[in-house]
């Protein structure tokens, strides 16, 4: 099993800025490699969608909505964090943003974190 933990989330004025952070950690102690690990973030009655995503390799994909005021990035011993630097925050932002990761090619949720951005 793998675990997922997010942070960052929060309340902020339009125009501000946010970090979120996710770091997976298998739960047994061994962790396989990740290929793609990203951000999703969904709103009521919506369907989840992409913000942005990092491969292991570095490619990085964006949503149009998101592209020139956010990056993504991967840390850590195993690439196992993914980081997205979120600025010029607008209202439409607002969402719950979910964690992603796919390890030995299996699909992990993290619990996700709300994002409000404020007019």
């Known amino acids: 099993q793998v675990q997922l933990v997010e942070s960052g989330g929060g309340m902020v004025q339009a125009g501000q800025s946010l970090r979120l952070s996710c770091t997976a950690s298998g739960t047994s102690g061994s962790l396989s490699e990740i290929y793609f690990m990203g951000w999703y973030r969904q709103t009521p009655g919506k369907e989840r969608e992409l913000v942005a995503a990092?491969?292991?390799?570095?490619?990085?994909?964006y949503a149009d909505s998101v592209k020139g005021r956010s990056t993504i990035s991967r840390n850590g011993p195993r690439k196992n964090t993914v980081t997205l630097q979120l600025n010029n925050l607008k209202p439409e932002d607002t969402a719950v943003y979910y964690c992603n990761a796919n390890p030995g090619h299996v699909n992990y949720w993290g619990k996700g974190t709300l994002v409000t951005v404020l007019s």
């Open positions: 990092s491969s292991n390799l570095g490619v990085t994909n």
